[in-house]
């Protein structure tokens, strides 16, 4: 099993640019999430979806829109990147508590943007 | 509003000791549940212990135990007989209610000196 998979790993973009941050799980798992973690900071939540086909903001939401394409993949569109948008940006899956295990969010190995 | 507050920015420890990772929250719920994780200097997140509000025991995972004190509102990490290989950021986020978001700490930068 891959896990959390998120391409790309790496990312340059000019201000005003588009990209759209993709994310695969393959552990069945209901729920994705998305992250942002800026240096030296812990992670905020951006957007995530419990369920296929439902998604929902987080604390931090503006300036990105998501699409739970299925129940595996959850992708994140940046429509005109702004150097505040520079972070590294992590996806995440996990099944609610009660399911299976405690409810832990299983992460990606992160997509390290930098706008200019 | 949910808060998670790690006030140790960086923390040395000597090889081989024990070390506690502090992390308080604030929360009104009376469902909620803690998680610490680590994010080594490779990036990735990875999951170390959890425990429930209701959990009446402290968890305990390998050499990661859990010291919950729910009157004082804290979940600090213990880590026993340290390791090289424990030099990381150290996450504590807390999921509250029925949700499974999590809100996360400002970590601490744990640093083992052999």
């Known amino acids: 099993n891959a896990g959390v998979t998120q391409t790309p790993k790496f990312q340059v973009l000019k201000t005003g640019q588009s990209m759209t941050l993709q994310c695969a799980q393959d552990m069945n798992h209901n729920s994705m999430y998305w992250y942002r973690q800026d240096p030296g900071m812990g992670l905020r939540l951006i957007y995530y979806s419990a369920s296929e086909g439902t998604t929902d903001k987080g604390e931090v939401p503006n300036g990105y829109n998501v699409s739970r394409l299925n129940k595996r993949e959850f992708s994140l569109r940046l429509e005109s990147a702004a150097p505040s948008q520079t972070s590294v940006y992590f996806c995440a899956s996990s099944n609610p508590l009660g399911l299976a295990g405690v409810g832990e969010q299983y992460f990606g190995p992160g997509t390290r943007l930098t706008v200019t | 509003a949910q808060k998670i507050t790690q006030t140790q920015p960086g923390m040395f420890v000597q090889e081989k000791e024990a070390v506690t990772l502090d992390c308080t929250y604030d929360?009104?719920?009376?469902?909620?549940?803690l998680f610490w994780y680590k994010q080594p200097s490779s990036g990735e997140m990875i999951f170390l212990i959890y425990?429930?509000?209701?959990?009446?025991q402290n968890a305990t995972e390998g050499r990661y135990s859990l010291n919950f004190q729910k009157a004082r509102k804290s979940a600090n990490l213990v880590i026993s007989a340290s390791q090289l290989g424990d030099s990381a950021m150290y996450f504590c986020?807390?999921?509250?209610?029925?949700?499974?978001?999590?809100?996360f700490g400002g970590g601490t930068r744990l640093m083992v000196k052999p």
């Open positions: 929360t009104s719920d009376q469902s909620y549940g």
């Open positions: 425990q429930g509000s209701y959990d009446e």
């Open positions: 986020a807390m999921r509250f209610n029925a949700g499974n978001m999590l809100t």
